[in-house]
């Protein structure tokens, strides 16, 4: 006993979880401590949606855990074989469709990428590398983008936006075209009043946004994930 | 006698560092561990030419020649389980960082602007293989049983792997041993 009246709850994997009007299945499970896995979505920032990792099976049906609001008497289903087996093939879609060299990536250790594709325990990246030339800007003082890297997860779109007030990235193109792209009129990051202590210089999953003369400055062993997983990391409060 | 028939190894690097093969050199005294076990097929440390028919080969870095190409089929054929060791053979790892760059441009980097000892020169002998555009990871070229990521992987866990694998049990890795980098 001890549940007030009032609150609602469903259940993720069998375990009860409560949430309140408003808030999303992923909302609700972040608070319960309970991992689903995520690369778009940022607590921190509105949801997104695009990625899918956090797909999960509501009464039997597939939804966006990010995007799906809580209700009375779901029945969800997150951590089982099927779900994380399509989660390994959208991580493995996403190795190939970037150039993910993570031997000379100055992220490998940090990157939740990386770190979600360990978690699914991907041994290879399975389908037929694109090997699609990417820009790379290093034209920023301060910053590189990488774009090789780049998983369209749009987080620093909306950290620019939202939280620095500064709109410096944008999405450009359709389909396999589609690109981020910096609002200069010279599409380079040099351009714009861009800032290494900008949020959106911070949020970005993996590798393509980087602060200059920071790489490799902690050693393997002590990096994000060398030790723990991202299930064990993102649960961490205060982690982003 | 009733001496258990040894298990039969080959190894090969493609394009890759030898580096996947230094790290199995560096399980050390476990070495006579695994000489009990399996005896050398074609490897570099055998310096035997042609691989023979074998129970696991072990590849190392990615295709990124014709010679390549041949060798791997040559372990493909002649092992029943084929092994990809290292980022090079399971991504095309740093050698593929010249994909997106022009093959005509890579040369002349290398051999046209700063001169080697004879000169400025692309080496053109008919006895060197012939370079592909592009460095592919071996599992775009031939069918492969096994990954052993890492660049390289620990000796740990290239001895997890294969006292898993000879010892007829499915290979796991711990989580702190599965690393790209
Ligand atoms: S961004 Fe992440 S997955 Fe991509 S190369 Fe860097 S460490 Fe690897
Ligand atoms: S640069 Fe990073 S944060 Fe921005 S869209 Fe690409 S992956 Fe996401
Ligand atoms: S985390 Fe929900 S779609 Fe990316």
Redesign the pocket.
């Known amino acids: 006993m001890g549940a007030p009246a009032m609150s609602k709850t469903i259940t993720i994997d069998g375990k009860n979880v409560p949430f309140s009007d408003g808030q999303t299945i992923?909302d609700a499970a972040l608070a319960a401590g309970v991992y689903i896995?995520?690369?778009?979505?940022n607590p921190q920032f509105e949801?997104?949606?695009?990625?899918?990792?956090?797909?999960v099976s509501v009464n039997g049906r597939n939804m966006?855990?990010?995007?799906m609001p809580a209700a009375e008497d779901m029945v969800v289903a997150n951590n089982t074989p099927e779900l994380n087996s399509d989660r390994k093939a959208l991580v493995q879609m996403l190795f190939v469709e970037g150039n993910h060299i993570c031997p000379a990536c100055e992220a490998s250790g940090n990157c939740q990428l990386q770190a979600a594709a360990y978690y699914l325990d991907m041994l290879s990246p399975h389908y037929t590398h694109f090997y699609q030339p990417r820009a790379v800007d290093a034209s920023h003082p301060e910053i590189f983008l990488d774009l090789n890297r780049c998983i369209l997860?749009e987080l620093c779109v909306r950290a620019s936006r939202e939280v620095d007030g500064k709109n410096v990235f944008g999405i450009s193109g359709r389909g396999i075209g589609t690109r981020l792209v910096v609002n200069a009129a010279s599409g380079r990051l040099g351009d714009t009043n861009f800032a290494a202590t900008d949020k959106a210089a911070h949020v970005c999953p993996t590798g393509a946004i980087l602060i200059k003369r920071q790489g490799y400055r902690i050693p393997i062993g002590q990096r994000t994930f060398d030790h723990k997983n991202i299930s064990e990391v993102q649960m961490e409060p205060d982690h982003e | 006698m009733n001496e258990k028939r040894k298990i039969r190894l080959a190894t090969c690097s493609l394009a890759g560092c030898f580096g996947c093969h230094m790290s199995l050199l560096d399980i050390d005294e476990k070495l006579f561990d695994l000489l009990g076990m399996v005896e050398f097929d074609r490897t570099p440390f055998t310096d035997i030419k042609r691989c023979g028919p074998c129970d696991i080969g072990i590849v190392e870095g990615g295709v990124s020649n014709a010679e390549n190409v041949h060798v791997l089929k040559e372990f493909r054929k002649n092992c029943k389980v084929l092994v990809a060791i290292g980022a090079c053979a399971i991504t095309g790892g740093v050698p593929a960082l010249r994909n997106n760059i022009d093959l005509w441009d890579c040369f002349q980097e290398v051999y046209l602007y700063e001169g080697g000892l004879e000169g400025n020169q692309i080496p053109n002998d008919p006895e060197l293989p012939l370079p592909f555009d592009k460095v592919y990871p071996v599992y775009e070229v031939v069918k492969v049983d096994y990954f052993l990521p890492g660049c390289p992987p620990s000796a740990d866990m290239i001895w997890k792997f294969l006292t898993d694998l000879i010892e007829g049990r499915e290979p796991k890795l711990d989580y702190e041993m599965l690393r790209y980098d």
């Open positions: 992923m896995p995520h690369l778009c979505h949801p997104h949606g695009s990625c899918k990792l956090c797909v966006t855990s990010c995007t997860c």
